[in-house]
T-cell receptor, first 114, second 110 residues
Framework: NAGVTQTPKFQVLKTGQSMTLQCAQD?????MSWYRQDPGMGLRLIHY???????DQGEVPNGYNVSRSTTEDFPLRLLSAAPSQTSVYFC?????????????FGQGTRLTVV | KNEVEQSPQNLTAQEGEFITINCSYS?????LHWLQQHPGGGIVSLFM???GKKKHGRLIATINIQEKHSSLHITASHPRDSAVYIC????????????FGKGTHLIIQP
């Protein structure tokens, strides 16, 4: 199993550019989520999805969009990148949340917005 | 919102030492995760706990639900254990993901 595949690993954007961070899992997990990790802070939830066609906002959703058209894929879109979005992004999936299920993480995307 | 506190923030120890990392949280949870993040960034799940104790190799995780506290222990520590260890919780009935501590940066010197 590939687990959670996240691409790209590194990206540099100019302010105002748009891009999509890809996340795919092959474990048939219902729950997928996006987090950002900033120095001195714990990972923070951006958006999450409890199944295909269902998404919701997390703690820090502004500036990001998501969609979940299939169980496998959960892309994160930056519509107009800002320097404040410079961060490391992690995608995660689990069979379900609210219960006792292991979480699997992608390798992370290090994004720099200049 | 659950407040997750880890201690210590940074820990440097000698190879072979017994290591303890602590995690406390403020609101009742359904599960707690211990995660490991190596330089280079990937995050790996070590344990998921809802009660009691779990052991995997040299790693032991315990949780006290009444005290809202968990500990991660490393026995016979080794330089390859050097990493950031992160505690994360899911609140009871919570569908909106994990709440993370800030992590403990562990360095094991040979």
């Amino acid at each position: 199993n590939a687990g959670v595949t996240q691409t790209p690993k590194f990206q540099v954007l100019k302010t105002g550019q748009s891009m999509t961070l890809q996340c795919a899992q092959d474990m048939n997990h219902e729950y997928m989520s996006w987090y950002r990790q900033d120095p001195g802070m714990g990972l923070r939830l951006i958006h999450y999805s409890v199944g295909a066609g269902i998404t919701d906002q997390g703690e820090v959703p502004n500036g990001y969009n998501v969609s979940r058209s299939t169980t496998e894929d959960f892309p994160l879109r930056l519509l107009s990148a800002a320097p404040s979005q410079t961060s490391v992004y992690f995608c995660a999936s689990s069979y379900w949340t609210g219960g006792n299920t292991e979480a699997f993480f992608g390798q992370g995307t290090r994004l720099t917005v200049v | 919102k659950n407040e997750v506190e880890q201690s210590p923030q940074n820990l440097t120890a000698q190879e072979g030492e017994f290591i303890t990392i602590n995690c406390s949280y403020s609101v009742g949870i359904s599960a707690l995760h211990w995660l490991q993040q190596h330089p280079g960034g990937g995050i790996v799940s070590l344990f998921m706990l809802s009660s009691g104790k779990k052991k995997h190799g040299r790693l032991i995780a315990t949780i006290n639900i009444q005290e809202k506290h968990s500990s991660l222990h490393i026995t016979a520590s080794h330089p390859r254990d050097s990493a950031v260890y992160i505690c994360a919780v899911i609140e009871r009935g919570g569908a909106d993901g994990l709440t993370f501590g800030k992590g403990t940066h562990l360095i094991i010197q040979p």
